[in-house]
């Protein structure tokens, strides 16, 4: 890579040095915490879009420490630097943003950027440095096609952080155009997004059906629409999820890794995403009857709810997981017209309340030891180890207590012929949830007990009994 000091490096910075888009970080950020000044902020669109960025910046401003930055455009910095050339910032962010980012790399000598009611984007971005530069008159790094009329102006066109096919595409106009790498979109990281992992959930649709006996072709294929629908839901809401949770994501050891943190994923294409598999949940959603429309209507506005504010309250916040784990058997129930006896709606708010627990557990007790206040985003500080396994462990033997109870009612003769043999799936989970307690205890236990539960063999080998135990019974 040739650098010379006659001419300054000149350096884009959405999308070129920083891997996301800054403002588009920004905005969701404050969506999430003032969704009300979020909102003027978009009414100020009308004024054009430096006025937008100048209402998000007036209330957010990125943190450079939490942004993925493209190490080989750092690199070209350098060692333009290290030559004795000059590197300025030119962008169409916000002023307030490009000065925060350049002071924070301090690697600059100079910032060019949106203010006074101009975006700083396309031709006005090349007429700005041709004004202070001369035509030809600087080297520039840009990403995209907006960044064209930058190079056409530049002496040196670089490029980096753009996929292959504009890449290729931008060959043809500029034969002397230097990559210093490319971005490569690949289609694991949007199914990663999408979390179908996560998906193991949505098979508690099937338990009012499992619980009531119903095996027919038509009941079957009522649960399997279901859960195509709830999965999709439940996939959107988790881009929802990300997209807010991405400042602190990016600040955790394990979720820094997850696609959006990673900057492997654009906010605008998550989204883009989140759109598409919502249109196809309603989409299917419209084939079962209205009521399962409701149920997922309240597990999406729960959810949201969650996601912008319950997770962040003490105790409300696991209560608020324990419900959306009930409402995919709700859903359930609701897609096959089967009404759900109290006995597993009490089993189900209990059990799920126990594994809302382990989960946030599992979160906390990766903190240091010596962590004080609240947990960053959440409700709880680390001394509050010392009470919630009390809860967890109370919560979960309930559920054990309402199914043994449930045992020795009259209503279980109408379905099993041998109910005593149900005490052996009792025996069961006392064994499997005391054997969860202890792990989370220990600091083993993976931050979401269900997938934990699918990958354990010891978990499975406990639910396959269970499933022995109720078959035993009929």
Not at 69 to 87: H, T, W, Y
Not at 158 to 185: C, D, K, M, N
């Amino acid at each position: 890579m040739k650098f010379t000091v006659d001419v300054p490096l000149v350096v884009d910075l959405d999308g070129t040095l920083l891997k996301v888009d800054s403002l588009h970080e920004a905005f969701v950020e404050l969506l999430s915490k003032k969704p009300l000044y979020a909102l003027r902020a978009v009414l100020r669109l009308m004024q054009g879009r430096a006025a937008f960025k100048a209402a998000v910046a007036d209330h957010v401003l990125p943190d450079v420490r939490m942004i993925p930055v493209d190490d080989s455009v750092l690199e070209a910095i350098n060692q333009a630097r290290e030559k004795g050339q000059k590197v300025y910032l030119a962008t169409a962010a916000d002023r307030r943003f490009a000065e925060v980012i350049a002071n924070s790399i301090g690697k600059f000598d100079g910032v060019f950027a949106s203010e006074s009611g101009t975006n700083l984007k396309g031709q006005r971005k090349a007429d700005c440095l041709i004004a202070a530069f001369g035509i030809h008159g600087f080297d520039y790094i840009g990403n995209d096609a907006a960044d064209i009329p930058a190079w056409r102006a530049a002496r040196t066109a670089f490029i980096s952080g753009a996929s292959s096919r504009l890449v290729q595409q931008l060959r043809a106009e500029f034969p002397g155009l230097l990559t210093l790498t490319l971005r490569r979109r690949t289609i694991g990281a949007y199914l990663r997004a999408l979390r179908p992992h996560q998906w193991l959930k949505n098979t508690l649709v099937a338990l009012p059906a499992i619980a009531a006996h119903d095996f027919s072709i038509s009941g079957v294929s009522m649960v399997l629409i279901t859960f195509i629908s709830f999965s999709l839901a439940a996939s959107s809401v988790y881009l929802v999820n990300d997209m807010l949770d991405v400042p602190h994501d990016r600040s955790h050891p394990e979720k820094r890794n997850r696609p959006l943190a990673a900057g492997l994923v654009p906010i605008s294409h998550a989204v883009g995403l989140l759109g598409l598999a919502v249109t196809l949940s309603v989409t299917l959603g419209l084939l079962l009857p209205w009521t399962f429309m409701l149920a997922l209507i309240a597990y999406f506005g729960l959810s949201m709810s969650y996601s912008l504010y319950l997770k962040r309250k003490l105790m409300i916040d696991v209560v608020a997981l324990a419900a959306l784990y009930g409402s995919r058997v709700l859903a359930g129930g609701a897609a096959t017209g089967i009404v759900l006896s109290h006995w597993l709606v009490g089993f189900c708010f209990f059990i799920f309340l126990s594994l809302a627990l382990v989960k946030r557990t599992a979160e906390m007790i990766t903190l240091p030891a010596n962590s004080v206040g609240n947990i960053k985003g959440r409700g709880y500080r680390r001394e509050d180890l010392q009470t919630i396994p009390a809860l967890t462990a109370a919560s979960g033997f309930v559920a054990v207590l309402v199914l043994a109870l449930y045992i020795n009612s009259p209503d279980v003769r109408a379905l099993y012929r041998n109910p005593e043999l149900l005490w052996g799936a009792c025996v069961i989970l006392i064994y499997w949830l005391g054997r969860v307690y202890f792990l989370t205890g220990r600091g083993e236990m993976h931050q979401d007990p269900v997938i934990f539960a699918a990958t354990d063999w010891v978990s499975l080998m406990a639910g396959s009994l269970i499933v022995v135990v109720f078959l035993a019974a009929l």
